[in-house]
């Protein structure tokens, strides 16, 4: 899984495939995205809220990536919940922000607290109940930790800003990787599990993992998440977050 390979995604505006060097631009030129928020001033009742749009990535697996928007009165604990909800949450781990020399934590009281209690904090911590907007400016690179054990890391971005209206369920999705075509070890076929009995972990077809001598506790779901294969991540609970579509051809 360690294979880097170019990596494109779905613009959820006009539903165009896009490299991950290009969406970026894209976004902020995109006809039927501009349309969207032209509708927005039309329709818009009340003051407007200041809108952040965001991208995040795999630290160390730079082929999961999402962009979306979210009020820059959101808190950083909003937005924990937002990345575990999409990405990361398995087992009510602890997680902590980094921004510039400041880490924002989360307090769960789950087993990985005793990470924290063993090694000490290795810089200021805060709550994660401040707003973006007090931490974050357009520019901002930053850091997010899940799981202090068996750590999932991120790094974001703040993009841009606007005027908008407040998105539902504080989050609009704008883009995000399609699901990297890896191929079962067995026979080349679009991989569908991961063995994680074994370091570099093996992935599987649905066919060859069935065959497998520990199919029944050595295999965990391969889902389109920097999480995949890790803990017991089996990807998100909510269905209209999970987005599995693989790479159009078209767009090779």
């Known amino acids: 899984m360690s294979k880097r390979m170019s990596s494109y995604g779905q613009c959820f505006f006009c539903g165009q495939s ?4 290009t969406i970026t631009r894209h976004l902020q030129t995109c006809p039927v995205r ?12 009340g003051k407007p809220v200041r809108v952040f749009h965001l991208q995040a990535e795999g630290r160390y697996a730079s082929e999961y990536w999402l962009h979306f928007e979210m009020p820059a009165s959101a808190t950083l604990a909003d937005l924990d919940d937002v ?15 980094t921004v510039r020399n400041t880490r924002y934590e989360s307090h769960t009281d789950m087993v990985d ?19 973006l907007d007090s931490v974050l400016q357009v520019g901002e690179q930053f850091t997010h930790e899940y799981d202090f054990g068996t750590t999932t890391e991120l790094k974001l971005k703040v993009v ?9 369920g504080y989050i609009r999705l ?7 075509d890896y191929k079962c070890a067995k026979c080349q076929q679009p991989a ?19 065959e497998h001598e520990t199919w029944e506790e050595g295999f965990l779901p391969l889902v389109n998440s920097p999480r995949t ?6 990807g998100p609970e909510d269905e209209a977050l999970k987005f599995e579509a693989r790479q159009p051809i078209s767009a090779e």
């Open 113 to 131: 607290a005793m990470w924290k209690e063993f090694f000490g904090p290795s810089m200021p911590t805060r709550s994660m109940g401040v707003k």
């Open 160 to 168: 841009a800003e606007r005027e908008g209206t407040r998105p539902k």
């Open 229 to 234: 294969g890790e803990c017991g991540y089996t």
């Open 34 to 45: 501009q349309e969207a928020i032209a509708k927005e001033v039309q329709t818009r009742r």
């Open 18 to 21: 896009f490299a991950k060097n």
């Open 83 to 97: 990345l575990r909800d999409i990405w990361l949450e398995c087992c009510g781990h602890l997680s902590a922000f």
């Open 192 to 210: 569908q599990w991961i063995y994680i009995f074994k370091y570099p972990p093996q992935l599987y077809c649905e066919t060859h993992a069935r």
């Open 174 to 180: 704008l883009a995000r990787n399609y699901a990297p």
